[in-house]
């Protein structure tokens, strides 16, 4: 090895968080338009419980987040 650390990245978190924002704006625009209300309504029902159960995940693998234990 000779020591030679890589460039740092631009970190594009806040363009991603946008275009997910933009891209879940439209879908539901698009499924309000074809079915209504009531199925968007579950539809981000469905996918707060996803990303809380995704959350919960990775909270327990990581060791003293999951609020049992000290930090």
Known sequence: MNG???????????ANLILIFVNLMWIFAAVWSAW????VLVL?????????????HKRRKRPGLDGTGPI
């Open 4 to 14: 030679n650390h890589p460039e740092p990245v631009e970190d594009y978190t806040t």
């Open 36 to 39: 209504g209300l009531g199925p």
């Open 44 to 56: 981000a029902t469905v996918l707060n419980h996803l990303i809380t159960r995704l959350d919960l």
